[in-house]
Every structure is written in C-alpha cells, then in structure tokens.
C-alpha cells in the first residue's frame, strides 16, 4: 500500500477517555444520519437514525445549522454543501486518488464514457475518484459517494481480492433487497459471480443497480500485487450486447490498470 505506512497510533492514547470528546462523537453520529434514503430529517427521525435522544440530537443539528452546515426550515433539516468540506479535503488528499485522477480523465475523454475508481468499505464500495461523461444513474455520483459492493462491478473485484471465506461472510451481510428486476437476490448466485470475477480477472454487470446501467471494472493492483482498488467503466446497456461491451471497453480498462500496476 502506498498510504498510510507511516502513520503510527499510539494505543495508550486511545484508551485514556480524557481523550475522548463525546460531543464530538454526538455529532459525527447525526452526520452520518443523513444519506440518500434520508436527505430530509427532522428531530426526532435524526434521533432514531443516530440512536441519540432527542435532545443531545436537537443541540446537534441546532449547531450544524448555526455553523453553516445544514439548513432548517422549522420542521425539516438537510445538510448543506459545506458538509463537504469534512470529507472531499481528507479524499483529495489521499496518495491513490490523487494518482488515478488523470488516468481517469484521460479514459474518460479517449472513450466517451463515465470512469471512476472506488475501494472496499465492509459490505459498500466508496469512491474517491470519478471522471463523468454522461449521466446514466439518475443519482449523481461523486467521490465519498457510496453503493453495495456485492451487486457493482467494482465491488465485486474487491469482493473477489479477498479470501473466499470473508467474502462470503460480507455477502451474507449485505442488504441483498432487489434494486432491479435483474438483481440477483441469492447470496450463493452472487458468490458465483464474484468467484467468476476471481477467474476472469474483471466483473460484468448488467442492470444489477439500475435499469439501463451496465459497468464493467477491473483490479487495480499495486507493485506487490495487492489489490488497493478498482476501477470501472459505466455505460448505457441501449445498443450494445453484453459481449459487445466487453469486447469493446476491457481492453481499454486493462490498459490502465497495466500502466498504474507500475507506479501504485
């Protein structure tokens, strides 16, 4: 790994609770409330999400609204684009996303279509880079941007970097509730796929997450040959066979995961 090889915890310092802010802790757990399915919150359902009461939540997002960071329309919250700041300085800043960045502009640019790069979080994929072209999901991705691992393209070749066993372990936590009717709703079908992945060196996916989206991604691999990410090409599934696109698109997502093999 190229990040975080010398950074260094000191573990006494983490168990002394003077160094613990429990305020802190409060509001990073009302943040964290907010999400796609939730981009409205009042009180009581930031109370619920956050599992605080309600009146340490109340003061929580009364400050978020005071500060700048959320909006409040007497009844309703949401969280204003300053939240960002929080979370898209610390992802710029990572090593990794900083290298990937151009190689996805350029893809991007060379074959008209949406690339991005993403790592394993659990049972989610995040993305810290992205290069868009066209809009094929009607929700905007970004990096910081989240989505289930165990029915994307790029989840599935992390999913399949791991031994078996903790990828089934992942897959049989997930939330496998259909998205489409091509979701695949077996968790031993969905280890078909990723085993496949395993063997093929690259995932396929076809309007697993959304009607109309097919991506394919790939490994990216470090110099140890450890895989630190992936990266994937995003299209409409409109006009083209699966086998076209993958005949069409491997090929260019294999050549940067050969050049960026030799430098992450």
Same mark, same amino acid.
């Given at each position: 790994? $190229?990040?975080? =090889?010398?950074?260094?915890?000191?573990?006494? +310092? !983490?168990?002394?609770?003077?160094?613990?802010?429990?305020?802190?802790?409060?509001?990073?757990?009302? %943040?964290?409330?907010?999400?796609?399915?939730?981009? /409205?919150?009042? $009180?009581?359902? @930031?109370?619920?999400?956050?599992? !605080?009461?309600?009146?340490?939540? /109340?003061?929580?997002?009364?400050?978020?609204?005071?500060?700048?960071?959320?909006?409040?329309?007497?009844?309703?919250?949401?969280?204003?684009?300053?939240?960002?700041?929080?979370?898209?300085?610390?992802?710029?800043?990572?090593?990794?996303?900083?290298?990937? =960045?151009?190689?996805?502009?350029?893809?991007?640019?060379?074959?008209? =279509?949406?690339?991005?790069?993403?790592?394993?979080?659990?049972?989610?994929?995040?993305?810290?880079?992205?290069?868009?072209?066209?809009?094929? +999901?009607? $929700?905007?991705?970004?990096?910081?941007?989240? !989505?289930?691992?165990?029915?994307?393209? +790029?989840?599935?070749?992390?999913?399949?970097?791991? #031994?078996?066993?903790?990828?089934?372990?992942?897959?049989? *936590?997930?939330?496998?509730?259909? *998205?489409?009717?091509?979701?695949?709703?077996?968790?031993? =079908?969905?280890?078909?796929? $990723?085993?496949?992945? /395993?063997?093929?060196?690259?995932?396929?996916?076809?309007?697993?997450?959304?009607?109309?989206?097919?991506? %394919?991604?790939?490994?990216?691999?470090?110099?140890?040959?450890? &895989?630190? @990410?992936? !990266?994937?090409?995003?299209?409409?599934?409109?006009?083209? &066979? #699966?086998?076209?696109?993958?005949? &069409?698109?491997?090929?260019?997502?294999?050549?940067?995961?050969?050049?960026?093999?030799?430098?992450?």
């Amino acid at each position: 790994m $190229i990040f975080f =090889q010398h950074v260094y915890i000191n573990v006494r +310092m !983490l168990n002394n609770p003077t160094d613990y802010i429990a305020s802190l802790a409060k509001g990073l757990k009302v %943040i964290e409330a907010f999400g796609p399915t939730s981009p /409205r919150l009042s $009180i009581s359902e @930031a109370a619920v999400a956050s599992g !605080l009461d309600r009146a340490a939540t /109340r003061r929580v997002l009364l400050t978020l609204h005071r500060e700048g960071y959320a909006d409040y329309d007497g009844k309703f919250f949401t969280l204003t684009p300053r939240i960002l700041r929080l979370g898209v300085a610390a992802l710029a800043s990572l090593p990794l996303s900083q290298i990937v =960045q151009p190689w996805l502009d350029q893809l991007s640019e060379q074959i008209g =279509q949406s690339c991005s790069v993403a790592l394993l979080d659990e049972t989610e994929i995040v993305y810290i880079a992205r290069a868009a072209q066209k809009r094929v +999901m009607s $929700i905007g991705l970004m990096p910081g941007s989240r !989505l289930p691992a165990h029915c994307t393209s +790029m989840g599935r070749v992390l999913l399949a970097a791991l #031994p078996r066993e903790e990828a089934d372990l992942l897959v049989r *936590r997930s939330d496998l509730t259909p *998205r489409t009717k091509f979701s695949i709703l077996d968790p031993v =079908q969905t280890l078909c796929r $990723i085993d496949a992945a /395993r063997e093929d060196g690259y995932a396929f996916v076809d309007q697993e997450v959304e009607t109309g989206l097919r991506s %394919i991604a790939v490994p990216l691999n470090d110099r140890k040959g450890l &895989t630190v @990410a992936a !990266l994937n090409i995003g299209l409409s599934s409109a006009g083209w &066979t #699966p086998k076209q696109t993958i005949e &069409t698109y491997l090929p260019h997502l294999l050549g940067v995961q050969s050049a960026l093999g030799r430098v992450l």
